[in-house]
Nanobody, 120 residues
Framework: QVQLVESGGGLVQAGGSLRLSCAAS????????MGWFRQAPGKQRELVAT???????NYADSVKGRFTISRDNTKDTVYLQMNSLKPEDTAVYYC??????????????WGQGTQVTVSS
């Protein structure tokens, strides 16, 4: 099996910063794309940022210029540096990874989520 364990969430004032981490472990041959999604109360889960195995990145318009996604392939870990946080960034943040356990198949995995709360 594969597990994704997130850390780094918390409470921060508007304008502050947080850094989320997500470490993958288990039966992993290769991790393709990794990413962060978030879900605010009463809203659908939305994409925040993704990063490919070659480190190509993609961001939601709402976080461009404020958030930076990165990964350390030696540690099977993805990071999300969040700067200039706004109250509307408040949500549960979920890590996502497309993991190959064999040469011919991959599967999508989710972390358990970490709460980020930005106070005004």
């Amino acid at each position: 099996q594969v597990q994704l364990v997130e850390s780094g969430g918390g409470l921060v004032q508007a304008g502050g910063s947080l850094r989320l981490s997500c470490a993958a472990s288990g039966n992993i041959l290769k991790i393709n794309s990794m990413g962060w999604f978030r879900q605010a109360p009463g809203k659908q889960r939305e994409l925040v940022a993704t990063i490919s195995s070659g480190s190509a990145t993609n961001y939601a318009d709402s976080v461009k210029g404020r958030f930076t996604i990165s990964r350390d392939n030696t540690k099977d870990t993805v990071y999300l540096q969040m700067n200039s946080l706004k109250p509307e960034d408040t949500a549960v943040y979920y890590c996502n990874a497309d993991v190959q356990r064999t040469l011919i198949a991959s599967r999508n995995y989710w972390g358990q989520g970490t709460q980020v709360t930005v106070s005004s």
